[in-house]
């Protein structure tokens, strides 16, 4: 590691520019690395997000999360279950107060993440709440839990009421004491 970055300030004179332009190129990169089976590549790569947002500050917020929710997109379960464990990363790494700016637009991500119909990937899902949850406070819960307690009761078929179930249950293992005040009501 420290041959690289010796190697990476003898060619590249402005760090932040560089990695500016390089950014869309490298975010498909490490995806792909979130993605492969391989735990250590995954948790590196992680752990590369999260040197990007500290180094270059959350003013590369905006163009990380649509890449990273165009993943959760994605056919493969290692591709999603990575993009939960990238978004884990990265809110760990960004200050609180521009996570409150950007909560907003995690919720649903986070939401459709939990419901995946892959196991592995809503367990990811709800490492990324608590993130999320230790990031923002009690506003994870409203924007989180109550859509899908409503989507249990309402859901269209079994199979959708199980995947929420499990999402909930994924959540309930990694946060129980916050979530269960909220769930026992309803």
Known sequence: RQNSLHVWKLVVTNTARTLKEILPTLITMLLGCLACNSYDKRQVAASTLGDLVRKLGER??????????????????????????GLSEIIRETSRDYMQLY??????????????????????AAQTFDSLYTAVGQRVLEEILTPLV???QGGKNEEEREMVLDGLQQIMAVKSNAVLPMIIPR
Do not use: H
């Open 60 to 85: 590369i917020l905006p163009e990380i999360f649509p890449m990273l929710e165009k993943g959760l997109k994605s056919d493969l379960t290692q591709e999603r279950q990575g993009v939960c464990i």
């Open 150 to 152: 409503e989507r249990l």
């Open 103 to 124: 909560a907003n637009s995690l919720f649903p991500t986070i939401r459709l993440a939990l419901c995946d119909k892959e196991q592995e990937v809503r367990a990811a």
